[in-house]
């Protein structure tokens, strides 16, 4: 079963339930499980997504009964709902939810676990299938599995199945993700591991593939020929919030671009996969990975660029610079901005430069995709008063105003020849509407569904390593000079300005909507520069 090929799921939100299984979440007393997890799977039991042979185990420190667990999730329920909480489904999930306390060090804890999965299997039907979730520090990723490992809670048979999903950040480095891959590989089968990537998770995200492959106008110019050169940008108005602690290990780099980024890069630039299903997509995405020109040291200097944030205004308010946050070094080195030029050697991209940013504390929350095509031929135009016509761009709009536009010239109307930039814009929320959804609930089905399309095979996550390592040796070896270098509520450096502007190009402001959509009404006024 596949997200791409279930029409019943994908289309109309009815689907099939998953077949019975227990979830069991590592770190369920953590922040993840609180706001994502616990109510992505009540919005699958709304949506009649879930078997009735079901039960969530959560396992973490906090020395909660099964009784406890329940009204804590209640509470939180209440607090990180989206949407209001409908008393019926939610009795339904909360009876079917247990606890296990326990170090995740001790193997006392898996003994444990293991006895409480028999009785649940026990009570709830569900046959012995599990999905283990490590919503964890990373540093446990590897402890979890092997302990899981030595009490025979992740072997397969013939009738039931064992999936353990790994949260972000897979690895710290290339070396640290290979070591990880190899551990995990001890234990596990690859098919049953499931690397998580939330962007996967997002639909605007999963649509760039439908948008790409199932409309025959945009293939035959998504290539070298007809496109000067694309823009990816992930912008968030946020800082590191609590997260310091984390953040000062990992930095802008590690956070989001061979993960997160990378997946909006593959889905652009990849070839069209013979099908839908995991091995299909994942060989497509691993080639555009592969295909990205190796950074060497000379090139990090040119097409890289960091920056950390000052103080500033984020709308009216003011916000503290990074190294004045939370259990952040007063003198911090660590990136909250990069910004880098990629060239992918293939055939169709050659010569067509992918550009990418993405930063904390920005003007704006935006992530988006530009695809800009090449400037056509100016001769039919050289005897009016046009000098320039303003190349089209296709703005594929991941969040928050989830939606695609088109940018063309239009002769604006009157005796002189004169052109004006309009759009065609399409907004999901006016045809699809909005239904509360925390990004993760298509993820969990998928994995109960053991459909891994959406996840990162092991080769993937080498293979996105691979590419920024060089990126992380250098900026080691030369520390920056110049942090804070951008202002927090504005768009980054001016050396990711002059990134583009030395190719004669310059980023899109985000910020530039479509002109104001009035249904029934004729389109809104050109805006003619010309
Ligand atoms: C996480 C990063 O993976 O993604 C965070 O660790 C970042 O630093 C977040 O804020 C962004 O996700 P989203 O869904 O808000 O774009």
């Not at 950390?308 to 709308?315: D, H, S, T, W």
């Not at 503290?320 to 259990?327: D, I, L, N, Q």
């Not at 594929?396 to 004006?420: C, M, T, W, Y």
């Amino acid at each position: 079963m596949n997200s791409f090929t279930a029409p019943q799921y994908a289309q109309d939100g009815q689907g099939i339930p998953a077949g019975p299984c227990t979830m069991v979440i590592f770190g369920a007393a953590g922040d993840l499980a609180k706001r994502m997890l616990i109510p992505a799977i009540y919005n699958l039991a709304r949506s009649k997504l879930l078997p009735d042979q079901f039960a969530v185990v959560g396992v973490s420190f906090e020395p909660y009964s099964s009784e406890e667990f329940r009204q804590r999730a209640t509470e939180n329920m209440h607090q990180f709902s989206a949407g209001s909480v409908n008393q019926d489904s939610w009795a339904w999930l909360v009876n079917r939810m247990y606890y296990v306390s326990g170090d995740f060090r001790d193997a006392g804890l898996y003994a444990k676990l293991e006895a409480a999965l028999e009785q649940v299997q026990k009570d709830a039907g569900t046959e012995g299938n599990c999905l283990f979730y490590l919503a964890v520090s990373p540093e446990f990723f590897p402890l979890v599995i092997q302990h899981l490992g030595a009490v025979g809670l992740a072997r397969e048979d013939a009738h039931t199945w064992k999936r353990v999903v790994i949260e972000k950040p897979f690895g710290h480095d290339l070396a640290s993700a290979i070591a990880l891959n190899h551990s995990v590989g001890e234990v596990l089968k690859e098919t049953q591991t499931y690397r998580m990537d939330h962007y996967l998770g997002k639909e605007t995200v999963q649509n760039l593939l439908a948008f790409r492959f199932a409309n025959g106008i945009f293939e035959p110019v998504w290539n070298r020929r007809y496109v000067d050169h694309v823009q990816v940008t992930v912008a968030e108005e946020l800082g590191v919030e609590l997260r310091g602690g984390y953040y000062e290990t990992a930095g802008a780099l590690r956070d989001m671009v061979p993960n997160h980024i990378f997946q909006l890069i593959t889905l652009t630039a990849m070839e069209p996969p013979i099908s839908f299903e995991a091995q299909a997509v994942h060989d497509e995405q691993i080639k555009v990975l592969r295909a990205i020109q190796a950074f060497s040291p000379e090139r990090v200097l040119d097409h890289a660029v960091r920056g950390q944030y000052g103080e500033g205004l984020i709308g009216n308010k003011h916000v503290a610079a990074y190294r004045a946050e939370p259990h952040v070094a007063p003198d911090s080195q660590t990136p909250t901005y990069v910004a880098m030029a990629l060239q992918i050697d293939s055939w169709r991209w050659a010569g067509v430069p992918f550009y990418l940013r993405t930063g904390k504390r920005m003007a704006r929350r935006v992530t988006q995709v530009v695809i800009r095509f090449r400037r056509p031929p100016l001769v039919l135009f050289r005897k009016t008063s046009v000098d320039t016509v303003t190349p089209n761009e296709l703005v594929i709009n991941i969040q928050p105003d989830e939606g695609i536009s088109l940018n063309f010239e239009a002769k604006v109307p009157g005796p002189v020849v004169r052109l004006g930039a309009v759009n065609m814009d399409f907004q999901y929320s006016d045809y699809f509407g909005t239904t509360p959804s925390t990004g993760y609930e298509t993820l969990i089905y998928d994995c109960m569904m053991g459909d891994p399309t959406l996840f990162q095979r092991a080769d993937m996550v080498e293979a996105g390593w691979s590419v920024v390592q060089p990126v992380l040796d250098v900026w080691k070896a030369l520390p920056p000079r110049d942090f804070p270098n951008y202002t927090a509520g504005s768009w980054g450096p001016l050396q990711a300005d002059e990134l583009l502007r030395r190719d004669g190009r310059e980023w899109r402001d985000p910020t530039r909507g479509a002109p104001h959509h009035v249904p029934g009404a004729s389109s809104a006024a050109p805006t003619s520069t010309h």
